[in-house]
């Protein structure tokens, strides 16, 4: 179903769609499983959810070589940095 989200900490997925192997993955990148079935990880996850929330176009765009490469490099540098990022990022003043 379009525009349908349903948020879940991987810590507690249910069991299908959640495998050990999945589990592990997570806790490293954000993943998404579609509608079909289809598991996205990363940057591709964080597009899909763009297109979710009412982006479809903008997505559409960074999907396409070489951006989607770009999305996935800066997902994987603040992924592995997140406390360097935390420090300027989502702070209250």
């Given at each position: 179903m379009r525009g349908r989200l349903e948020v879940v900490p991987y810590q507690k997925a249910p069991s299908p769609p959640m495998t050990p192997e999945i589990h592990r993955a997570c806790?490293?990148?954000?993943?998404?499983?579609t509608p079909e079935g289809a598991?996205?990880?990363?940057g591709r996850a964080?597009?899909?959810?763009?297109?979710?929330?009412?982006?479809?176009?903008?997505a559409r765009?960074?999907?396409?070589?070489?951006?989607?490469?770009a999305i996935e490099l800066g997902y994987w540098i603040v992924a592995r940095?997140?406390?360097?990022?935390?420090?300027f990022m989502f702070r209250k003043d």
């Open positions: 806790e490293r990148a954000i993943h998404v499983i598991i996205l990880r990363a964080s597009l899909y959810v763009l297109a979710e929330i009412g982006w479809p176009r903008l765009i960074l999907r396409m070589v070489p951006f989607v490469w940095n997140r406390r360097f990022f935390a420090r």
